[in-house]
């Protein structure tokens, strides 16, 4: 193979994953925790977009317990971009692990 055609390829994959990046930006995954009242959603590059609770477990004196709640929501919505991007990505690549294209969430 030479240089040339390398390159070409390169683009072509670079092209790829840009357009890759655009659509998992669009794409939206909803965390819950708490039964669904407390829903988080992010885009599929792990951006948190909205935060809903529902006002049953707003009180003060369990402000613990919703922080808790969020954190788990939020942590819940991420794991499932992460899971979108690394589909995603298993498409571009046909299913290889390549070291430095595993995570698009990463700035």
Do not use: C, Y
């Amino acid at each position: 193979m030479d240089m040339n055609s390398i390159m070409q390829q390169a683009k072509v994959m670079q092209e790829k994953m840009a357009k890759i990046q655009q659509d998992l930006a669009k794409k939206t995954i909803t965390g819950s925790a708490g039964g669904g009242m407390v829903l988080i959603t992010v885009n599929g590059q792990g951006e948190v977009l909205s935060a809903a609770i529902e006002k049953a477990v707003i009180d003060a004196s369990e402000g613990e317990m919703l922080q808790d709640l969020i954190v788990a929501a939020t942590n819940d919505a991420l794991r499932k971009a992460k899971e979108l991007s690394k589909h995603e990505l298993a498409q571009l690549t046909g299913g290889l692990n390549l070291p430095g294209l595993s995570n698009f969430m990463q700035p």
